[in-house]
């Protein structure tokens, strides 16, 4: 089985290879956690596969959440893998895994990331890529996939084939801290009501179910707690009429189309 959380598409187009590949089945994280579902039966010889991005050099909240809960009856030491996708590079975001599912009775046997086009906007710079060096980045990640699959497909425990900081301590740690704590908020979105079509498609997209668009009105975000900024309803906006904390009217959005 493959657990997957994915914001704009670049990690479930990652899982999705991989449950081809595998034939193991895919599961969503979000939908697994708005159900309140935390037991799975595993096959004895089944693969058990963490596909998510990297938010702050970290597994998003959400995913260590789920994790932290999760319930695997039949869990005997099956290969148990993660793959992440980031913008650059992953941090301590594998150790944070590796603690979780160990404090859950799961041991973490290899790791894998790949580069996919950047989702995020900080505020003060467009970090977002260009179409063009979008679609460089994901015929690389296609290749890189490929190269990546014989490992998982074989069960090969010990690997690690990641995307390295060059100080993951101090992107994990301080910086990603920092960023849980005053970034992860969907309290800095917001809708320009003029430019905004209501066309629903926030709503549809988000993956905790976080937006409400009722009776013809923009979007609003109901605050349920599960918001991880995955930036999925700024990404999608037919008219780019959402915007987070005041700084991203105006610059690029992109999500996984193919
Ligand atoms: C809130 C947020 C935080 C991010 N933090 C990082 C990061 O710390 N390091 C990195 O390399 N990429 C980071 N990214 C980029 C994503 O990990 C990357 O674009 C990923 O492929 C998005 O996957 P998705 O389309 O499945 O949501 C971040 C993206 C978002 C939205």
């Known amino acids: 089985m493959i657990f997957f959380f994915s914001g704009t598409g670049n990690t479930r187009f990652i899982a999705t290879q991989l449950a081809q590949a595998t034939g193991d089945r895919l599961i969503g994280i979000a939908s697994a956690v708005l159900n ?61 895994l590796r603690d979780d599912l160990l404090a859950a009775g799961i041991t973490l046997d290899s790791v894998f990331s790949t580069i996919m086009p950047e989702t995020y906007n900080f505020p003060f710079i467009d970090q977002v890529d260009t179409p063009e060096s979008a679609r460089a980045k994901i015929d690389a990640a296609r290749e890189r996939l490929a190269r990546l699959m014989p490992d998982i497909v074989g069960r090969h425990r010990g690997v690690k084939q990641i995307n390295a900081s060059r100080w993951p301590r101090t992107n994990s740690r301080l910086l990603g801290s920092f960023f849980v704590k005053h970034w992860v908020t969907d ?22 179910g976080n937006i409400d668009c009722s009776d013809g009105n923009p979007p609003r975000w109901l605050h349920n707690g599960l918001c991880t900024t995955c930036f999925a309803c700024y ?6 009429a959402i915007d987070f904390a005041g700084r991203t009217r105006g610059k690029r959005q992109y999500y996984f189309k193919d």
């Open 36 to 96: 309140n579902q935390y037991d799975y039966v595993l096959e004895p010889d089944e693969r058990i596969g963490f596909c998510f991005p990297i938010h702050g050099w970290r597994p998003p909240f959400i995913v260590r959440d789920f994790v932290k809960r999760l319930r695997l009856e039949g869990y005997h030491g099956q290969f148990c893998y993660a793959f992440a996708t980031c913008g650059d590079d992953v941090g301590l975001t594998f150790d944070y």
């Open 187 to 208: 309290t800095k979105f917001t809708v320009d009501a003029d430019a905004c079509t209501r066309c629903g498609k926030c709503r549809a997209v988000c993956p905790v």
């Open 235 to 240: 990404h999608h906006c037919p008219t780019h």
